[in-house]
């Protein structure tokens, strides 16, 4: 094993030094990376304070070029700053990752964070993750145990320059297939009209019909509740190629429309 320190940093700017206290190897977390855990399902549970034209639903829209900033000049805050999300249904949760603004400007990049996960969005505990990211524009990472929750939170202690802002051009989060669908989903399986599919049972192509949808984030799961394709699109039917994505089988639909809103559909492949 070899471990490359590429740069340093702090709000000195770049040296030629390297240095390390302790270096541990955490191998039950070298494993490949989970399920994303779709964003389209989240929601914003507490921010500590945004900017106007950097809301704090910037960090989970899915676009690398828009971003949660906190406010400057007058208006600014300190450190430490937090974002927490509801992700809309407990997950087995491992990874979150972080996505600095990927504009000139270094303004807010999280350098030392914690990450905790809550079932209630109240009762945070312990962090699940600690540390220090490097200051670049590539994407960061903290990996951990997994914790079953609905929250996440990310705490910016401080940022790469020692200045008071928090930025975030895009946050994930990466979990246990298994709970990406909840039992509450299943519930919500009942009387559900304002999507269609036909044919269904299907035992080739099929169409999702949208009711008066302005955007449609579609995502398809098996009955292990694992997310198999998901797909946005503005169309009022939406066809779905069946050639290599299902074998037979019962699937969910869920569809979550322009208001994030969820609606479920169940699909039989013969
Ligand atoms: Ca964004």
Do not use: C
């Not at 990927?102 to 945070?124: C, K, L, P, R």
């Amino acid at each position: 094993m070899r471990f490359v320190a590429e740069s340093e940093h702090g709000r000195w700017g770049n040296t030629k030094y390297a240095s390390a206290a302790e270096l541990k190897l955490m191998t039950s977390l070298n494993g490949p990376r989970d399920s994303n855990i779709s964003q389209l399902g989240w929601s914003l549970h507490a921010v500590d304070s945004e900017s106007g034209n950097d809301s704090a639903t910037n960090a989970f829209d899915g676009n690398i070029n828009t971003k949660w900033h906190t406010p400057w000049g007058p208006d600014e805050t300190q450190h430490p700053h937090e974002i927490a999300f509801d992700l809309g249904a407990s997950y087995d949760i491992t990874e979150l990752s972080y996505l600095p603004r990927q504009d000139n400007s270094t303004n807010g990049t999280i350098a030392q964070y914690e990450i905790y996960v809550s079932t209630d969005g109240i009762d945070w505990g312990t962090p699940v993750s600690t540390g220090t990211w490097v200051n670049s524009k590539s994407e960061k990472s903290a990996k951990f145990d997994a914790k079953t929750g609905r929250y996440i939170k990310l705490v910016s202690l401080s940022e790469v320059a020692g200045k008071v802002y928090a930025s975030a051009a895009e946050i994930n989060v990466y979990g246990k297939a298994s709970g990406q669908l909840s039992v509450t989903d299943i519930d919500l399986l009942g009387n559900e009209n304002k999507i269609t599919i036909y044919p269904n049972p299907s035992n080739s192509d099929f169409y999702i019909k949208m009711k008066n949808f302005e955007t449609s984030n579609i995502s398809i799961y098996d009955m292990s509740g694992k997310m198999l394709n998901h797909v946005t699109t503005d169309q009022e039917v939406f066809k779905v190629s069946n050639e290599s994505i299902l074998q037979s089988g019962l699937y969910i639909i869920k569809v979550v429309d322009e208001t994030r809103k969820s609606h479920y559909k169940k699909l039989i492949i013969e």
